[in-house]
């Protein structure tokens, strides 16, 4: 068995938090640097429109920028002056796709596809691309992916499985702004043949649509929805709730976002198998910076309250979450496959006010994933999540550490 | 000598220079194929050629055959195609202050892609039926049969004005059609296929991978798939096929991404680990060293009537006697499930209790857990 006490972790848990709030400014010297960098080339290829070099290295540079539509605009002079060289229209279709000018893009890939010496990983690639943007301009759309795989709890639960599904479905709804109704279904199940203390299923369906406030493509979002949850977990803790709640996101600058929840309702909790009913409110405030197209980091605000009508079962928690994502290029066979790495921090303070005394928890997890994709959208994830409460009451703290590595299917 | 000969390059390069009538120069002839004319105010109409300067107010035209691409100091590129006459009435370029993205489309089709000035405010584009703005974003535009067809290519949103009821419609699907008579509904693919023929010109039949072609010449790239024929094709290319693959999410024309995935980190988190998720009852939170607790031969959670093992008697815990919610602390004064709590009304093994039918007097321990 491993020993283990995260809250030794928690400078590096911190250290999350403040690279949050520090790779802000360095990263906008670095894009400042890049800008004065393009400003000198574009004057040079002002005076000279023709010059490949100079196109390519302007193109590169706005990439780094994530400037794609400058991109788009110089790969269109390139196939128009090179319109020989397929590579250039191949280029000129991601950028559209990149943009999210999906349309165009199949125009452009279908050309490609067409070229008599086009090679068949080009084409399985380039037909990845299309089939993504048909779902994405389709009227409806349903995504999702199902995984498994095995786990295994170190301090409880042993040799597991982890099993996983997702599906999100997409309509358009009418009109010339661009508004939809989205429904999400999510099942998560880890299941400990020889510890059923340990074996947990979450559940959580979501439906409501998606409102453009301002009319804007990457302006405020507002989604108001209705949403069932269960948590079951075979040691006789199960929660569950039925409620409404109100997304808010928004796109403040090139790097920022934010985002805001408020969900409210009914709870039942099934505690030593006799139901309880009560009520919950929950929210969340975060924002979210990309630091680069590729890496993004997250700190997000939490609280939540469960009132049950016994009074026996209420809490209050807070906590504060940090989150670090990035993608990168497969080291391994085909790189144009993206990888991604996860890894968040958090920390919770539990009270259970009815309790005399009353009662105060801390609660620290960190967890880390890697993500591996494969051809067909196939993909390999091993994920570590290391949780532990740290309370007053003697002898009551827990922890939980869960690895595993699941196989999943996207479509 | 030396400054004669500086003299005459000076005047050969002013020769070249087209009379633009002393406007500013807005931008530049990127490409022509085969030709274009430009009038700039108060000159006479020449052809143009690729760099070829263009000028504020300056009317451009092409003839049935003829398309081009003009490049603008604020970095706005236009495409122009064949049948076509565009007058740069509003161009202004003031690299420090705000400047202005405007121009009238009297016939034909184009292809605005924005630049600096259309970031954060509209680009205008006039036609005799129609006034339409674009923020941040790209657009084509169709001038034909006295009706106005505006698509929205990406970017933020683009509103078309209809000038005869002033009327203003906007949209921001990508894809989406404004007209007079507002959404026309989302571009369908052939209508796309020939508007943009008509800019570009027909693809190549010569197109072909370089990468392949005579053995390539690019880059020395090991990538495989488009990156890496992109990097031996186009000697590295502009990079782009590293940064976007097929689920890549789209970016606004300011590079603005937003957060899909915000909504949910917390159903695996969830799932995973109810310590974080509050779902653990307070008071009975399983201590280090009884997990043995809940093992059916112990307590049995649907049968309200177990027997209690001796051995968790023995239990170093769980006999701890100063633990004040030890949940079955024998000792406790405030356990709901004290064996032995003299003032528990209800207590199932109270020895005073007349009605416990687990009285130790009918033999046995046995205990009713009573739901916490």
Known sequence: MISFRLQNFMPQLWALVALVLVLGPGAASAQSSLEAERDRVFEAMFQDPTNLDLMLEYARLSVELRDYEQVVSTLERVVDQEPNIVEARLELAIAYYALGAYEIAIYHFDIVRAVPNAPPEVVAEITQFTERAEDRVAPQSIEGFIEAGPAYGFVDGGAGIETGLGLTWRVSLPGATAHSWITDLRAQNLYFPDDDNETVTYFLLRTGPEFSLDGETYGAKLRPYLAVRSSVDFDLEDRSTAGAGLQYSNVFSPSWSGFAVVEGGALRRRDLGEDVDGSFVSGQLGASYFASRTTLLRLSFRGRQDSTDDDRTDQTTWGVRADLRHAFLSPFGNRSQQWLFSAYGLVNWQRFPSLTPVREDRIYGIGASLRANMRRDFYVEARADLLERDTDVVGAATKRQVVSLVLGKEF | ?372
């Open chain 2, 1 to 372: 000598m030396r400054h004669l000969i500086g003299l005459c390059l000076t005047c050969i390069a002013i020769a070249a220079v087209p009379d633009t009538g002393h406007s500013q120069q807005i931008g530049v002839v990127a490409s022509v194929q085969p030709n274009m004319r430009g009038t700039p105010p108060g000159g006479g109409t020449s052809s143009k050629s690729t760099g070829s300067a263009v000028v504020a107010d300056e009317t451009i035209t092409t003839s049935g055959s003829g398309r081009g691409q003009i490049m603008f100091r604020d970095r706005t590129t236009l495409t122009i195609s064949p049948n076509s006459e565009i007058v740069l009435d509003e161009f202004i370029f003031n690299a420090n202050a705000d400047g202005k993205s405007g121009l009238s489309l009297t016939r034909g089709a184009l292809r605005f892609i924005g630049g600096k000035n259309s970031r954060d405010q509209d680009a205008t584009i006039r036609t005799p039926t129609a006034i339409i703005g674009v923020r941040g974003s790209s657009a084509l535009i169709t001038y034909e049969n006295n009706q106005t067809r505006a698509i929205l290519v990406a970017g933020d949103k683009l509103c078309l004005e209809a000038l005869e009821n002033g009327v203003n419609n906007c949209t921001n699907r990508q894809g989406g059609v404004m007209t007079e008579n507002g959404y026309a509904g989302q571009v369908n693919q052939a209508e796309l296929a020939q508007l943009i023929a008509r800019l570009d010109g027909p693809p190549s039949a010569e197109a072909r991978f370089q990468s392949l072609q005579n053995g390539g010449g690019g880059d020395d790239s090991d990538a495989s798939g488009v990156r890496g024929a992109i990097d031996r094709g186009l000697a590295g290319g502009s990079g782009i096929a590293s940064k976007i693959g097929p689920r890549s999410n789209p970016t606004s024309s300011r590079g603005a991404l937003r957060d899909y995935t915000v909504f949910e980190d917390d159903v695996r988190d969830d799932a995973i680990a109810g310590l974080t998720s509050s779902q653990e009852t307070p008071g009975f939170i399983e201590p280090d060293g009884i997990d043995d607790l809940s093992e059916p031969d112990m307590i049995v959670a649907d049968d309200p009537f177990v027997e209690l093992d001796t051995p968790v008697f023995d239990d170093p815990v769980m006999n701890d006697p100063i633990d004040p919610i030890d949940p079955i602390d024998p000792i406790d004064p405030i356990d709901p499930i004290d064996p032995v709590d003299p003032v528990d009304p209800v207590d199932p093994v109270d020895p005073v209790d007349p009605i416990d039918p687990g009285d130790p007097g009918g033999g046995g321990i046995v205990i009713e857990i009573e739901p916490l």
